[in-house]
């Protein structure tokens, strides 16, 4: 294989196990790395380099963590797969899934650690991450709210990039925050130099605080009213402040509620909240031409950096 001579220790360790236990995704993932960038590479060296220097720590680990990838993406199949023949999500609302989900130490930690592979063998989330990374590269000193503490990664690359700035993180599920301080640290990162919040973002009061930069990563898809919170970031962002946000099209999962048709109605949404959109991304799954999008439900993953209107 092509790859084959680019190919590093810490991520060749990850690379293995995950190919392993995922026979079928083989051929997708090797596909992908046939054609990574330079700068694939540097990342996929360094995110692993980190994650093998204190969260996985044996072969043992590395197994565990190569289950959970595709237990995560076994689920995602079902509920394509699902969605594809009904067209509709799963009917559930955000009380049903914080019981059977976000409560759940086993189920959070298995999907949260999916998840983050995914940064690694997932080209959407891959490119997601790097337009973050470009976006954030030359912050003003300010502070940061992050809605959603998720498994961590955009938390720890703020951090790397500004050590002083001042940090709050807020996750409705405990478990969530817990692994995210896990893979902070592995980033050699003093995650108790960031202020987490185990609360509903809704019902939260930070005494009138304004934030320069709010990052809302794979959040609106979780929520019922999705228009609640952009208003809330809205209330939230400095005048001069901008918002990461990013969000998906026909994509199902155990915990996604809102079911975004289309971009036009997340491009629509961020300016009823307020926001002005100054860049974007978007990113359909399969190979097919726009005017299928819809028609077909493709699923597409959105972001964009947004300032207040």
Known sequence: MQYSEKRVSEFHRILECVLAINPLQRKRIETFLEQASKEYWTFAEELSCNLNHSFLLSDEDRIAVAKAYKKMCMDLLREQIRFKKSGVFHEGNAGEVYKQVYSQDDVMRYYLVGLLLSYLFWPNHYKMFRFFQETTAQLMAGNYLEVGAGHGLFTAEIRKKYPEMDMTIVDISKTAIDLATEIISSFRIDASSINFMNHDFLKINLD????????????????????QFLCKARELISPEGLMYMSTCVNAPAIDHIYHFMDVISIQTLLQKAGFLITSEIILPVEDVTEDKWFSELVPINYAAICRPL
């Open 208 to 227: 009138g605080q304004k934030f320069d930069f709010i990052a809302m990563g794979e959040v609106l898809e979780h929520v019922t009213n999705p228009l």
